[in-house]
């Protein structure tokens, strides 16, 4: 799918030192539906009540028998979450007509029928099909294709903990014979962003309402009746019936369109040309009154389709004009034709996720699809590039060749969030974007893999079953770490051999579904066939990675030249009781140079290993992991690191950027872990006063972030803050000399980022002159409201400051222009800073704005409620206000939805006190009637934090203290 709810790869421009905002914004990239699967949960306890009984239908006979549940504790084959191996569909003939009106009782429904003809392959007198919150409306019919009459239904289940109905019939279906069952149902279009669901946005007061879905991964169900398991991949076609005002768009092109009347009303009935054989999940169903722009692509049609305002102010030009491209670099390759006739995506109003990939229909957030050069940054920009990419790439990894089950989501996710970099590279070639992969994915990730509550990527079948563990699945760890563990081996393998074997898969499996193993055979033969050196074969050196969590931190001596490698653990006293197979030893390629010249690549294959060429000596000096293409950190001996320290006193540019980078997240991280002092930590950043590069500023940041969290709410504060103005003040009179104190941009893409990070710093750390200026833009733009003088690029620091340093007037400016935005990237820019305010009664309504969706729509409550916990001022609040409502948000969030987690993350990230720890666990007991759904995994993660925060403050305080009063 799109992405989680990750924290934004693109604007992470509001930080924790601003004393508000976010680390980085949050968005909705992944998983979705937050409806109500939590309460399923009672009924989980007790699964024989969720048994419910309903009248039944036959087919033949007139008589109707309904089975009581059982009450004993059954093991029926309805209790699983797999459906049983004994029927498979072929296709699917579905008819939906989504009400886009209210009925007389308030209520938004959609009515339909659905026939499925599937095949017999192990002979059964039971019919279990997925159907998630449907009413059937007639009776269900069963008959044989081959003529002869089928078994009846003598009567009918349905299953709320496992989402079935289960027809028993009066004789078994015969192995190898084929049938077809035919449904008719009704279901809600609620506006609870899974399945059939309604979207609404305003024009001038009038309401409009958009029919859409999202099935990923276990909503399909909730649509129509159907064998909802990705491997069950079937022929689909779809009937949609609509208001003749209206479009109708589903995954096939549009291939007849005729006005028919249904219950007094004249309808279009449009039909869609039959799907290829596709998963489920992947299927899309959209009824608006949007509007379209398109263009052709050798024979492929491509449209981009918007609310007409968004479509008429040319917002969905810029996807237009990229996507086209993308698809042909991926066509080339992959070395596989796009594989249908269309590519729609369509920006929704309401969407949980940031976008998702149905098969030639993508849907999108607004923010991750439309794109305004007046009102967008460029982080907006990058965003929309690198979402389109990462669906687009889905089209074939994924949806042409698709995972088996859920337990291997990972390969398809990682795989798209890896190369959505070298789509994006493609449509922006001035971007560099590849090298942020480093920051966004292997560095963000790192923290998560480095706890010892981490998991491997790869996970048994029968460990993800129910709906809320398959949506635990769409994490950091199956998206970054899956992206940069598969970057590592397209690196080692070069990417023609990645390349070929990836070709060679995707045209073996194409239609069906695969293993992740699959992959490293086909890889395996593109190694045979071209020769590869490797020490191993590929599935032996990717067992260690997948199989096993976390990663190793390499530790090099260059006086010895001795090498050992550990398991990385964040906190030094974690107790792993996770057994690996490996028994935490990796096969790890090591990139490395010596003084400057890059040397052949050592696979370091055990613990202990030793290289003479590491030898260093005197004032030459080592650098491992160039790139960063490897998935492990780096520690040195102190000689070397003290001759890299020089180096980048003197010439910083004799290591490159990211590598400068590298050194700095490690180094902030080993201190963490207690492997090296933090001192030599913050040593690395003494250079910084000289550095003018986005990525060593930003991961210079991002580690200081963590000292802000721990810090800020003790005397440290001052001190941390003169040295943090000390070493930005002067990249940000740079900046000011560049742009012409601040009105021209500057030309490169990082160093536009790069000048977010100067602008913000500076003001936050109190630079005078910085602060002066972004509240005389603020005000200019009070002033006017129609003309905002403030450059898209820097709207996100200059709010915040504002807000930050504003009160009602500030904050309400921006409420009343948060409302009238007209572009959401600009309306998420506000929400984001509105939670930087420092008045306690401001962020407390703030707070509770996200209870109302009328006022915060409930795609974005979480990430709002992030918001202001990250703020100092807000922590607190936040954290009560979770407190008094945990159990509304958990009904409305804790179900399946992956920003759940990023939730509690978000809210608990600065616990550092004992009481801290006495306020998480005792949260933890009076909640556990109710439940943490999705988010129980980042309860534990959040406990184990606290407890790491805890001892580092011990441990650091004084030695932090004195450093920065030595540096300043
Ligand atoms: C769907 O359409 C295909 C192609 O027209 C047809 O072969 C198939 O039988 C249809 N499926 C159903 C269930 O009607
Ligand atoms: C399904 O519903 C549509 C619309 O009501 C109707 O036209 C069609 O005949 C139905 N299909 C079947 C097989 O009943
Ligand atoms: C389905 O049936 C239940 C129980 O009768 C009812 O509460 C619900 O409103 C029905 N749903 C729809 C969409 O008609
Ligand atoms: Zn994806």
Not at 535 to 562: N, Y
Request: hydrophobic residues 40%; negative net charge.
């Amino acid at each position: 799918m799109g992405k989680g709810f990750f924290i934004s790869k693109t604007v992470g421009i509001v930080g924790i030192v601003l004393g508000a905002g976010a680390v980085a914004t949050i968005i909705a990239l992944s998983v979705v539906y937050s409806q109500e699967k939590s309460k399923n949960k009672e009924l989980e306890i007790k699964p024989t009540e969720a048994t419910t009984t309903t009248t039944t239908t036959t087919t033949t006979g007139p008589t109707t028998t309904t089975i009581q549940s059982t009450t004993s504790a059954s093991n029926e084959v309805w209790d699983k979450y797999r459906l049983p191996d004994t029927l498979i569909p072929e296709s699917y003939d579905v008819t939906l007509w989504p009400r886009l009106k209210p009925d007389s009782t308030g209520l938004y429904i959609f009515t339909g029928n659905s026939t499925v003809v599937f095949k017999c392959v192990k002979e059964t007198d039971l019919i279990l099909i997925h159907s998630n919150k449907l009413n059937l409306t007639a009776d269900t019919t069963l008959s044989a294709l081959n003529g002869s009459p089928a078994p009846s239904i003598t009567s009918m289940q349905t299953i709320s903990k496992t989402q079935y109905l289960v027809f028993h019939l009066s004789e078994k279906l015969k192995a190898g014979e084929w049938y077809k069952l035919h449904t008719e149902f009704v279901g809600e279009l609620a506006d609870d962003l899974g399945g059939f669901y309604r979207s609404e946005y305003e024009v001038n007061g009038v309401k409009h309402v958009v029919a859409t879905t999202q099935m990923q991964p276990t909503d399909a169900r909730k649509a129509f009746p159907c064998f909802d398991e990705p491997a069950m991949k079937a022929v689909f076609n779809i009937t949609l019936l609509h208001d003749p005002e209206t479009i109708a768009l589903s995954n096939g092109r549009e291939i007849e369109s005729v006005k028919v009347t249904e219950g007094g009303e004249t309808l279009n009935k449009t039909r869609f040309e039959s799907t290829e054989r596709m998963s489920t999940y992947l299927l899309a169903f959209i009824v608006s009154d949007f509007k379209a722009i398109e263009k052709m692509e050798g024979e492929v049609l491509i449209r981009i389709f918007a609310r007409k305002e968004a479509i008429d102010a040319g917002h969905g030009q810029y996807a237009l004009n990229i996507t086209g491209r993308i698809l042909k670099f991926f066509e080339n390759y992959y070395n596989a034709s796009y594989p249908l006739s269309k590519s729609d995506q369509i920006a929704l109003p309401d969407f949980n996720a940031g976008a998702m990939e149905n098969w030639g229909l993508i849907t999108y957030r607004e923010t991750a699809l439309l794109y305004d050069s007046e009102v967008s940054s460029n982080g907006n920009k990058e965003r929309v590039t690198t979402i389109i990419a990462h669906e687009l790439a889905h089209m074939w990894f994924g949806n042409l060749v698709t995972i088996k089950w859920w337990n291997d989501l990972w390969l398809n996710e990682g795989f798209a969030s890896y190369v959505e970099y070298l789509g994006a590279d493609n449509a922006e070639p001035d971007w560099n974007i590849k090298d942020l992969i480093v920051l966004y994915d292997v560095h963000r990730v790192f923290a998560v893999d480095a706890l010892a509550s981490s998991h491997p990527l790869s996970s048994r079948e029968d460990e993800v079953l129910r709906p809320e563990q398959i949506s635990e699945v769409f994490d950091a760890i199956s998206y970054s770490k899956g992206a940069s563990v598969l970057r590592m081996l397209s690196d080692f393998l070069t990417e023609a051999v990645f390349v070929k074997g990836l070709s060679s898969y995707l045209n073996h499996f194409k239609f069906e579904n695969t293993v992740y193993t699959d992959l490293w055979d086909h890889l395996q033969q593109a190694v045979n066939a071209t020769g590869t050196n490797l020490p191993a074969k590929i599935s032996d050196i990717m067992d260690r990675w997948v199989l096993q969590m976390g990663f190793p931190v390499v530790t090099i001596d260059t006086a010895t030249g001795k090498l050992t490698q550990s398991h990385f653990l964040l906190d030094p006293e974690s107790v792993v009781d996770r057994p690996s197979p490996f028994n935490y030893e990796w096969i790890v390629p090591i990139q490395w140079m010596k003084t400057g010249a890059q040397q052949n690549i050592y696979w370091m294959m055990n613990k202990n290993t030793e290289n003479n060429e590491m030898k260093v000596s005197g004032s030459d000096w080592l650098v491992a992991n160039l790139n960063v293409s490897g998935y492990y950190r780096v520690n040195y001996d102190m000689g070397n690191w003290n001759n890299l320290l020089r180096l980048l006193l003197t010439s910083h540019e004799s290591i490159a950027v990211i590598n400068r980078a590298q050194i700095i997240d490690d180094a902030f991280n080993l201190a963490r872990a207690r492997i090296i002092q933090t001192t030599l930590a913050l040593n690395t950043t003494v250079y910084l006063s000289k550095e003018r590069e986005y990525m060593p500023w930003k991961s210079a940041l991002d580690n200081l972030d963590y000292f802000y969290l721990m810090f800020d709410r003790t005397e440290i504060y001052g001190p941390l803050q003169a040295y943090i103005k000390q070493q930005v003040e002067p990249l940000f009179l740079y900046f000011k000399t560049i742009t012409r104190n601040f009105t021209e941009v500057p030309a490169g893409h990082m160093d536009q980022y790069n000048e977010v990070n100067a602008l913000r710093m500076a003001c936050s750390s109190g630079v005078e002159e910085c602060n002066t200026l972004v509240q005389k833009w603020f005000e200019e733009w009070r002033n006017n409201p129609s003309i905002n003088p403030i450059h898209p690029n820097l709207r996100s620091t200059v709010y915040c400051q504002a807000i930050a340093a504003g009160g009602a007037t500030e904050w309400d400016f921006a409420w009343a222009m948060f409302q009238s935005a007209t572009i959401a990237t600009e309306a998420d820019k506000l929400r984001a800073a509105m939670a930087c305010s420092t008045t306690p009664w401001i962020l407390n309504r703030y707070l509770k704005y996200t209870l109302d969706p009328t006022k915060i729509r409930k795609q974005d409550a979480t990430s709002t409620i992030i918001y202001v916990a990250n703020n100092v001022v807000g922590q607190p609040l936040a954290w009560d206000f979770i407190r008094a409502n945990w159990e509304y948000i958990y009904r409305e969030y804790g179900g399946g939805s992956f920003s759940f987690a990023n939730l509690i993350n978000g809210v608990t990230k600065r616990f550092s006190t004992e009481f801290d720890l006495k306020q998480l666990e005792q949260f933890r007991n009076d909640n556990e009637h109710i439940g943490f759904g999705s988010g129980s995994m980042a309860i534990d993660q959040s406990i184990e934090r606290t407890k790491a925060n805890i001892k580092w403050l011990t441990q650091n305080k004084d030695e932090v203290e004195a450093w920065l009063k030595a540096a300043i």
